[in-house]
């Protein structure tokens, strides 16, 4: 089987040319050799003339010698024009044969920038899985290098004979390889993979993950200050990889274990992923020691081990991670760093806007400090409703290009009427189109205290809830419901495409309920609806709930 990046990509699930690419993803892993990579899903940029153009290429497959196929999909009906094969997107068409020039091009150019000595070989497919071209020699394409319905089935082939095997391995191919993990956009956001969001994910525009993995600083400590949205979480998991990928031990600690659960998916084999609890757990274990969970104080007994305990061997790491970092402790802080090797590189991410525990932010004297401003994950008009909320308070950046979905805001006046609004927010969230893995129920309260931690459906709303028990292997157990339900403390650095966030009650728009509206809104990344308390929707000037909403 051809090794596949990035990976994870068996975990996703999408709709139509998302679902096709995946299809053939899947064709194209299971039909090569082991000696093959497949880069999927690269994203180019280039200027020429002043002009920027933007790209995707479907798929790369690399072979040992260092050649490199690049393949076109154009899923669905094609045109056969006089100036070659077109692909209608809305009222425009686009000539493939254009596109895939521009895609060669593009590659090249920064392939020729980036390894200036070697040569790579570049050659071009065109695969359409459900059009059969009547006139390929006026395709403006070989006609040996279009794969169309008549021949899909020889997918697998037509690429062994374009790459075949044999050849000498290239004395660069570990510098091919850097190259395009270094244009590829590796990681998928985090709760598509996870099943979250089930069929989208976001891609952020340009930077985090690719920037701040270019700082250098000696020892490297960098303190990356990023507002939700703009790509943390992403930065981490490629982190991660990098150091895998280098023969580095790396870490990933942090606080919320949803988060962490979440992390333990879709992260590459090769470190350890855990929140500050279960590190302490498992070093305390090592030690011979057992943790009685049962007892009043068990997790601050794991704290003080943690505190005293000077790592052997076994417990140092080449790359510590620590992800969410407003939620940690100053000593927690200390003794996580204290696991590092003293060449080891350390990363400490974080959003001071989503500290909701009131904790105050840890000292890390000498460090390189980056900021990220900008929201990529979520729709421009939620952040806009936010901007109003906030007033002075806090102003934030929307980075996404999506617009027009609106911030719905229902309003409830009592008990009865909160189950009724949420209900009634789910049914218009299915409205709109989202299946129901794709909407999340998020509450302003904390578990203990949400009237709605009881409920395992609302109506005919079966809900997914974490019953608080863990199976044998650690996992998380949930009930068998398909709307996912969490409060706003335990779904902090995860998303989905439809949030409902509800429960919102307060009397004061204050500094912790401001951090805790930006939380939850937040976590949408096409669909905003709240539900909202009387006294909450006066307090950010939102309307009353009139008669005809509550009958």
């Not at 497949?38 to 020429?48: E, Q, S």
């Not at 660069?172 to 990681?187: P, S, W």
């Not at 855990?274 to 757990?281: E, I, R």
């Not at 979905?405 to 009865?416: H, M, N, R, T, W």
Request: aromatic residues 8%; charged residues 20%; proline residues 6%.
């Amino acid at each position: 089987m051809a090794h596949v990046i990035p990976t994870g990509w068996r975990e996703l699930t999408a709709l139509g040319a998302a679902q096709r690419e995946l299809e053939t993803l899947t064709v194209l892993a299971n039909g090569l050799p082991d000696d093959y990579t497949i880069y999927h899903g690269l994203h180019w940029t280039r200027v020429h003339q002043g002009t920027a153009f933007f790209g995707e290429i479907d798929f790369v497959v690399v072979s040992p010698s260092g050649r490199l196929l690049l393949i076109e999909q154009k899923s669905g009906f094609l045109a056969e024009t006089a100036d070659g094969l077109c692909k209608a997107y809305g009222a425009k068409e686009k000539s493939v044969p254009i596109q895939m020039s521009r895609s060669m091009h593009a590659l090249q150019t920064r392939l020729d920038q980036s390894c200036p000595n070697p040569s790579f070989h570049l050659d071009a497919l065109l695969y359409c899985p459900d059009y059969t071209v009547r006139q390929p020699g006026s395709a403006g394409i070989d006609p040996e290098r279009i794969v169309d319905a008549t021949r899909r089935e020889h997918l697998v082939a037509v690429v062994k004979s374009i790459l075949p095997l044999g050849a000498q391995a290239h004395p660069a191919i570990d510098k091919l390889h850097r190259f395009l993990a270094d244009e590829l956009e590796l990681v998928p956001e985090v709760t598509a993979v996870a099943g979250q969001a089930g069929t989208l994910y976001t891609r952020l525009s340009g930077g985090l993950t690719h920037w701040a993995r270019h700082i250098e600083c000696d020892p490297f400590r960098l303190r990356v200050i990023g507002t939700a949205g703009s790509g943390k979480t992403q930065l981490a998991l490629a982190v991660l990889r990098d150091a895998v990928v280098a023969g580095r031990r790396p870490l990933y600690v942090c606080y919320n274990r949803p988060l962490a659960d979440h992390m333990a998916l879709i992260a590459p084999s090769g470190g350890i992923v855990a929140t500050y609890h279960q590190l302490a757990d498992r070093i305390y274990r090592g030690a011979g020691h057992v943790p009685d969970f049962s007892q009043p104080g068990a997790f601050a007994q794991l704290e003080d081990f943690l505190s005293g305990f000077q790592p052997d061997e076994s417990w140092l790491f080449d790359e510590i991670i620590v992800d969410e970092g407003q939620d940690f402790q100053e000593a927690w802080k200390d003794n996580v760093l204290r696991l590092l090797r003293p060449s080891g590189r350390a990363w400490w991410l974080e959003d001071p806007t989503q500290n909701l525990y009131g904790r105050q932010p840890v000292r890390l004297p000498g460090w390189v400090v980056v900021r990220s401003e900008t929201n990529y994950r979520s729709p421009q008009d939620i952040l806009v409703q936010l901007n109003q909320l906030m007033g002075n308070m806090h102003r934030f950046e929307a980075g996404s290009p999506l617009t027009g979905s609106g911030v719905e805001i229902l309003v409830y006046k009592d008990a009865p009427d909160l189950l009724k609004q949420t209900k009634r927010a789910i049914t218009a969230g299915l409205s709109a189109g989202f299946r129901r893995e794709m909407i999340a129920l998020v509450t302003f309260r904390g578990r203990e205290h949400s009237l709605l931690a009881p409920y395992d459906h609302l109506g005919p709303y079966p809900l997914k809830i974490f019953t608080g028990q863990y199976d044998l292997l650690g996992n998380p157990v949930f009930t068998s419901g398909d709307i996912a339900s969490e409060s706003i403390y335990r779904f902090k650095g995860q998303a989905a495409p439809c949030v409902i966030f509800t429960e919102v009650d307060f009397e004061v728009l204050g500094e912790k309920e401001c951090r805790k509206l930006f939380v939850g809104m937040t976590r949408a990344t096409m669909k905003l609806i709240l539900v909202v308390s009387e006294r909450a929707g006066t307090a950010i000037g939102g309307p009353r709930a009139p008669s005809q909403e509550r009958s």
